[in-house]
């Protein structure tokens, strides 16, 4: 609009007098059609003089000398002490009858897992069945193995025969008879340890299945159906992909404890690797240097598993996080990315801030 003007009528036989006022323009008004003389100055501060002055932590040195001179008293402590009788462990470490009984321990691992597992996830659908028959067979059944102790079942099926000489199979209740085995045949050590293994580690399997499940949040399983998705398919795509989030994490440490667990076995005589070392010492009197042995490997185990663990929970992770969590090596890089000295620090910062055409 134009500049409002205020108009003064004369008195008779004058012209009109012209007073005119001025607004404020709208040109005033808008910072962008300001004169380029009022534009503020935009250019690009240098900080090649700025010091770059790292945060301090000092209670985090303080932390850091205390567990290093921890660290080194128990290091030296284990190297200086003459007891602990490396020589012996080095010479029994990669022992044939040693990686035998680790063998066997990594098969009781791998079989009890796999089914228990297997058994559990059926025991976890019957448990969210709505069927009161498989939801009640279900708690039972985990009910009396998480409130047994795993020892008791060993033997117990390892005992099997003093109940039943014979297994039969056929039609129950009757005398038609297709297969009969002797028990004490059918159930050897390794059998008794694969059962009791599986059914302990399955009820356990069941409930850390079932929370996963119930883990996923309930409006993702109703706008699949309201898309006409298949059972199956919601089940296999949609349910347990997210459930695995939370299945992974308790998962791995079951299986980590059923490692550590088959040690138990040993009151069958069986010949894993705590057995195995249990034979040696007690024939060689060198009880700490083998023990020992069996720590080591049983460490070297868990470790593997846990890096598996880090990476399957990180393919998992996709689906929740934007950005996925730094590997280890990557974590490495960031660290000494970050922890450059100052200097260069303050010369590529320099060098970034520098007016183009300068080097």
Known sequence: MPPAVKTTQAHAGQQPATEAVQEPSVAEDDPS????SAAPNTATPNYADYAVV????????????????????????LVSNPRWEWGVVAQWFTA????????????LTVISGSLGFLLGFILALMRLSSSPLFSSVSWTFSWIFRSTPLLVQLLLWYNLGYLYETIR??????SITFAEFQTTSLISQFAAAVLGLTLNQAAYSAEIIRGGILSVDQGQIEAA?????????RSTRIVLPQAMRAILPTAFNEIIGLVKGTSIVYVLAYSELFYTVQVIYNRTQQVLPMLLVATIWYIVITSVLS??????????????????PPTPLQKLRS???????IRST?????????PKGQS
């Open 346 to 354: 303050a010369s590529s910062t320099a060098s970034n801030t520098a």
């Open 169 to 174: 199979l056929g039609v129950p209740f009757t």
């Open 307 to 324: 890096i598996a663990q880090y990476y399957i929970e990180r393919h998992y992770s996709r689906g929740a996080l934007r950005t996925l």
């Open 33 to 36: 059609s300001a004169p380029n």
């Open 225 to 233: 159906t309201a898309l006409g998705i298949p059972r199956w398919r």
């Open 54 to 77: 790292a945060a301090r932590h000092p209670w985090r040195w303080v932390g850091t000398v205390i567990v290093v001179a921890l660290a080194a008293a128990v290091l030296y402590s």
């Open 335 to 341: 660290f000494i990315s970050t922890h450059a000295p």
């Open 96 to 107: 044939e009858s040693i990686l035998r009984g680790l063998g066997q321990t990594l098969k």
